[in-house]
C-alpha cells in the first residue's frame, strides 16, 4: 500500500531557530500533499495543500511567511518552522493522496 | 463535506466488540463515509469506507443505513491496542482536497 514517510519524529530547537520537517511518498507520486497541524487533546487542523512545482495554499489564519512550504518533487514535500516560537510546539503530520489519504507517523516539535 | 457527529468518549472490554455510532444526517448521494483512527502520537490510519453498502475488512466492519444518515464502526474483538481516536468523516472519494477531522470519538479498551 501506500506508504508516507515523515522525518524528523521528533525535533526539539531554540526559540528563533528555524526546523525542517520532510514528508516523502516512496512508493507513489503525490502531487497533491496536506500538511497538518495537532496540539494537544485537539483534533488535526489543516494548515495547507502542497502542490508540486506550485505555492502551496494556506487555511485562513496560517502564516505563510513563518510555515513555508516546498514541494519541489514529486515524492517530497517540505515544511520549515521559521523563526520558531515556544507557541510553535505541536504535532505536524503530512498526507497524501492516492485514492485514499495516507499519512505520516507525525513530528513532535518542542521549541525551548 | 457533510458533518458528522460521534459521542466523545467510549469504553468497552478488551476481547468485545466495540461499536462506534457516527451520525452524518447531510450526507449527499456521492459522498463516501470514511473512518480514521489516531493512536496517541501517531498518525491517523484508514480503517474502511463505503458508500451505501456494509464493507468488511481485517480491521472492522462498516454498517451503514439504508437512509445513509448514520453509520457505525464495529471492531469485532477489541484488544488494548485498539486505544485510540476514532474519526468519522464523509467526503466526496478523489475529491483532491484534504480531509477534515472532527473531534472523533476516544475509545478505550479495558483489560
Known amino acids: 500500500g501506500a506508504v508516507v514517510s515523515q522525518h524528523p519524529s521528533r525535533v526539539i530547537c531554540k526559540s528563533g531557530t528555524s526546523v525542517k520537517i520532510e514528508c516523502r511518498s516512496l512508493d507513489f507520486q503525490a502531487t497533491t500533499m496536506f500538511w497538518y497541524r495537532q496540539f494537544p487533546k485537539q483534533s488535526l487542523m489543516l494548515m495547507a495543500t502542497?502542490?508540486?512545482?506550485?505555492?502551496?495554499?494556506?487555511e485562513q489564519g496560517v502564516e505563510k511567511d513563518k510555515f513555508l512550504i516546498n514541494h519541489a518533487s514529486l515524492t517530497l514535500s517540505t515544511l520549515t518552522v521559521t523563526s520558531a516560537h515556544p507557541e510553535d510546539s505541536s504535532f505536524y503530520i503530512c498526507?497524501?493522496?492516492?485514492?485514499?489519504?495516507?499519512f505520516g507517523s507525525g513530528t513532535r516539535l518542542t521549541v525551548v | 463535506d457533510a458533518k458528522t457527529t460521534q459521542p466523545p468518549s467510549m469504553d468497552c472490554a478488551e476481547g468485545r466488540a466495540a461499536n462506534l455510532p457516527c451520525n452524518h444526517s447531510t450526507i449527499s448521494g456521492n459522498e463516501y463515509v470514511y473512518w480514521y483512527r489516531q493512536i496517541h502520537s501517531q498518525g491517523p490510519q484508514y480503517i474502511i469506507h463505503g458508500l451505501k453498502n456494509n464493507e468488511t475488512n481485517e480491521m472492522a466492519s462498516l454498517i451503514i443505513t439504508e437512509d445513509r444518515k448514520s453509520s457505525t464502526l464495529i471492531l469485532p474483538h477489541a484488544t488494548l491496542r485498539d486505544t485510540a481516536v476514532y474519526y468519522c468523516i464523509v467526503r466526496q472519494t478523489n475529491s483532491g482536497y484534504a480531509l477534515n477531522f472532527g473531534k472523533g470519538t476516544s475509545l478505550l479498551v479495558t483489560p
Open positions: 498526507s497524501a493522496s492516492l485514492g485514499g489519504y495516507t
Open positions: 502542497s502542490n508540486e512545482g506550485s505555492k502551496a495554499t494556506y
